[in-house]
């Protein structure tokens, strides 16, 4: 990515155990990508697990009607918004993930070169 | 001479349009910052727009209680004369509507504060694609 002064940079670092705020700042991530917004996005920390495919369960996901919404299925969907490839913090990737990732270090990137930070 | 948010220098002060997305609830010291923010920008000239997110709606709950000796966090931001769209669908999650959404989903009363306007993501998007600097707080 050359020019980012009209790219905003969303850092996601809340876990998927964060519920409703993490699926509130993908909702407004994909909002701002069908209004034509240049995002890129990057998993740090936690929130990379998001990214991951499911192996395991918990009783929330698994219990009908789920108390939160899925944002797995969010996630699967960035492809639609432009918003693949995803940043994941860090030198390796996961092992399986559901959208296409690249591996960046984050301390390597400008930040200050983007229109907007917005940090979840 | 002052400091615009990208780093150059003016003598006229920050011209240039900037957002401030709010997501922090009014019992954090940040939402208390974000509004001083505001405040500064606007004595510096830019042309502020703000919008309210995630628990920064709670700051619209006109049903917020608090002891006479605090300030209202709602009642600065009205001062300051600004539009103030705060998300819908966030604010009803949170217990917050007006009284058009109160009857659409049946609730039984309203609680927007005044001054507050309740509004879909979409001007956040619009907002986010006219300003020349955004400032998540």
């Known amino acids: 990515m050359s020019d980012t002064s009209q790219t905003v940079l969303a850092i996601i670092s809340a876990s998927p155990l964060s519920g409703h705020h993490l699926y509130e700042a993908l909702s407004a991530i994909m909002v701002l990508a069908t ?15 998001s990214l991951q495919h499911r192996v395991g369960s918990t009783d929330l ?4 009607p789920t ?7 969010m996630i699967e969907s960035f492809e639609f ?16 993930t559901v959208v296409e990732c690249v591996a960046v270090a984050l301390d390597q990137v400008r930040t200050d070169q983007f229109k907007a930070v917005l940090t979840w | 001479m002052t400091m615009s948010l990208n780093g150059a220098s003016s003598k006229q ?13 009014p019992t954090q010291p940040l939402a208390w910052h974000a509004f001083e923010l505001a405040q500064q920008l606007l004595q510096q000239g830019a042309s502020l727009r ?87 707080l």
């Open chain 1, 35 to 49: 209004y034509g917004q240049a995002v890129q996005l990057v998993f740090v920390g936690d929130a990379i697990q």
């Open chain 1, 61 to 64: 996901q698994d219990s009908h």
């Open chain 1, 67 to 73: 108390p939160f919404k899925s944002v797995q299925a």
């Open chain 1, 81 to 96: 918004y432009d918003l693949v490839p995803v940043w994941v913090a860090g030198q390796t990737l996961p092992a399986s």
């Open chain 2, 13 to 25: 002060g920050i011209e240039m349009n900037v957002l401030l997305l709010l997501t922090e609830a």
């Open chain 2, 50 to 136: 703000v919008f309210f997110y995630q628990d920064a709606v709670l700051i619209a709950n006109a049903l917020r209680w608090q002891p006479a000796d605090e300030p209202s966090l709602a009642a600065a931001w009205r001062q300051l004369g600004l539009d103030l769209p705060v998300c819908v669908s966030a604010a009803l999650y949170r217990g917050i509507t007006d009284a058009d959404n109160a009857a659409r989903h049946a609730l039984g009363s309203h609680n927007l504060a005044h001054g507050f306007r309740l509004t879909g993501l979409g001007e956040l998007a619009e907002a986010t694609l006219d300003a020349d600097r955004v400032v998540h």
